[in-house]
């Protein structure tokens, strides 16, 4: 749980930064390949949360921000079902 916490608040940050650290820690094998793909699947929703607020932010474009959310809600729930049938088989 720590992992995740650091790598989601990381992403806040830099969602690369918290790619490479998922990565290098993978390829030392301090963690398994489930909670890495899980890790980087939160770094990535984070990422493109981040990247809505900032966009409405700037433009102050209601009708637009919300169909960026409503097309990256389609992308955060496609990769939460991968991460989920990953972790299973």
Not at 8 to 16: D, K, M, T, Y
Not at 20 to 38: D, F, S
Not at 42 to 66: G, K, P, Q
């Amino acid at each position: 749980i720590g992992f995740l916490v650091v790598v989601v608040v990381g992403a806040l940050a830099s969602a690369a930064a918290s790619s490479v650290l998922v990565g290098t820690h993978l390829q030392l094998q301090q963690i398994a390949a489930g909670p890495a793909a899980i890790a980087i699947y939160l770094a990535t929703v984070v990422a493109l949360l981040e990247d809505v607020v900032i966009f409405y932010t700037v433009t102050r474009n209601r009708s637009i921000s919300l169909r960026l959310a409503l097309y990256l809600l389609l992308i955060i729930v496609a990769g939460g079902i991968a991460v989920v049938l990953l972790t299973i088989v």
